[in-house]
């Protein structure tokens, strides 16, 4: 069974441009999650969608941030402009549904992304 | 709001010996569920090991084992026998058992094993 696709693996943009990231999730897995993981740090969740639907944003800067998952398949993450703070790797996650049994998250193996 | 912290940036260990890396945790929930994740250089994040706070044995997994004190709220990881191939940053994490199944993560251990 493949795992979770991301791509691509390393992204390194200048400031002020925009950037975006592509998330294949698991077969069958209705829930997707985009991770933020800054340098020595452990991931944050910016925002998990239930299907097509974005059900907890709440961490996701909204004024530069963007994501989208047409048809609750791929995922696509968005920054425009980028800023140097952006600088880390974005991690996707997808689990088969998001309480009880079936609800362990799988993860993909990150973008890191530079900003110069 | 949980919080999940690592106190040790980083250890060391000689191949085949054991070494704990520690955890804590704050909650104010009575069921919940408890992590360690493995991150190697490649960055793929690897479920190592799962607690049920419902359950009191201690999970294993080969060579991984935790310590699970729930009134201390503390979630060791024990590696016996370590290997080159266990060097990575180690990441304890909380998940309610509510609905919404947001992880919470420590800020990660490095773990660097000596041959």
């Known amino acids: 069974e493949a795992g979770v696709v991301q791509s691509p693996r390393y992204k390194i943009i200048e400031k002020k441009q925009p950037v975006a990231f592509w998330c294949n999730p698991i077969?069958?897995?209705?829930?997707l999650y985009w991770y933020l993981q800054n340098l020595g740090q452990g991931p944050e969740l910016l925002i998990r969608?239930?299907?097509?639907?974005?059900?907890?944003d709440s961490q996701l800067p909204k004024d530069r941030f963007s994501a989208e998952r047409l048809k609750g398949v791929d995922s696509t993450l968005k920054i425009q402009p980028a800023e140097l703070g952006d600088s880390a790797v974005y991690l996707c996650?997808?689990?088969?549904?998001?309480f009880g049994d079936g609800a362990e998250q799988f993860f993909g193996p990150g973008t890191r992304l530079t900003v110069l | 709001a949980q919080t999940v912290t690592q106190s040790q940036p980083e250890m060391s260990v000689q191949e085949a010996e054991t070494v704990t890396l520690s955890c804590t945790y704050d909650?104010?929930?009575?069921?919940?569920?408890l992590f360690w994740y493995k991150q190697p250089p490649s960055r793929q994040m690897i479920l190592v090991i799962r607690?049920?706070?419902?359950?009191?044995q201690n999970a294993t997994e080969n060579r991984f084992s935790v310590n699970f004190q729930k009134a201390a709220k503390s979630f060791s990881l024990k590696i016996s026998d370590s290997q080159l191939g266990d060097a990575a940053m180690y990441f304890c994490?909380?998940?309610?058992?509510?609905?919404?199944?947001?992880?919470?993560f420590g800020a990660g251990t490095i773990l660097r094993v000596k041959s």
């Open positions: 996650a997808s689990s088969l549904r998001s």
């Open positions: 077969s069958g897995h209705n829930t």
């Open positions: 969608y239930e299907n097509e639907e974005a059900v907890d």
């Open positions: 909650t104010s929930e009575s069921d919940y569920y």
């Open positions: 607690q049920e706070a419902y359950k009191q």
């Open positions: 994490a909380y998940r309610t058992m509510e609905y919404g199944n947001k992880l919470v």
